[in-house]
């Protein structure tokens, strides 16, 4: 059973960089059907798809955060990580990672989240 | 994008009851939609893919309808763990895009 947990810090300052990792365990971050994903929830609100990275490091963005955002992975580690420049209050949510399923075409597991505040 | 839109944003309901939760999508996405459900501080579960196709382990009362632009959720004889939240999602395009969820209230 895949299990995934994200780590990074809760608090980030308005126009610094705001860096999440996840750890991919109970699986193999390689295993090619998925895509690693990042999602984020502000308080009360819907869910947002930030981008994605396959096994391979193809990446896809949300246009809305392309040009401030970077995902990577790092399959010697089991992990995948995101960095998000620039951060203003409207970044303010829970951080999600999941994994996608490529031919199924949803998310099968999801992390439990990591709440990041950016405020000074 | 594609904007998907539920409604209502919350419901009352009581144990026992039906209720139907309607996401309707800005062009059609074919059956290219799943529903989740999320409890309070917790990430979400995928209880239908494919507009209709109940995963493995979630009770036989949720139920998963529609094609094209307009999708329903129904839930019949609500149990007290099935309240939440509830969100579609379009697995059409990216950027994956989902409604704002549907609060489900005693």
């Known amino acids: 059973q895949v299990q995934l947990q994200e780590s990074g810090p809760g608090l980030v300052k308005p126009s610094q960089t705001l860096s999440l990792t996840c750890t991919v365990s109970g699986g193999s971050i390689s295993n090619t059907i998925y895509y690693w994903t990042w999602l984020r929830q502000p308080a009360g609100k819907g869910l947002e798809w930030i981008g994605r990275?396959?096994?391979?490091?193809?990446?896809n963005y949300n246009p809305a955060l392309k040009s401030r955002l970077i995902v990577s992975i790092d399959t010697s580690k089991g992990q995948f990580s995101l960095s998000l420049s620039s951060v203003t209050a409207e970044d303010t949510a829970v951080y999600y990672c999941a994994s996608w399923v490529i031919g199924a075409r949803y998310f099968d597991h999801w992390g439990q989240g990591n709440l990041v505040t950016v405020s000074s | 994008d594609i904007q998907m839109t539920q409604s209502p944003s919350s419901l009352s309901a009581s144990v026992g009851d039906r209720v139907t939760i309607t996401c309707r999508a800005s062009q059609s996405i074919s059956t290219y939609l799943n529903w989740y459900q999320q409890r309070p501080g917790k990430a979400p579960k995928l209880l239908i893919s494919?507009?209709?196709s109940l995963q493995s382990g979630v009770p036989g009362r949720f139920s998963g309808s529609g094609s094209g632009t307009d999708f329903s959720l129904t839930i019949t004889s609500l149990q007290l763990e099935d309240f939440a939240t509830y969100s579609c999602?379009?697995?059409?395009?990216?950027?994956?895009?989902f409604g704002q969820g549907t609060r489900l209230e005693i």
């Open positions: 494919a507009a209709s």
């Open positions: 999602q379009q697995s059409y395009n990216t950027p994956l895009t």
């Open positions: 990275v396959s096994t391979t490091g193809i990446t």
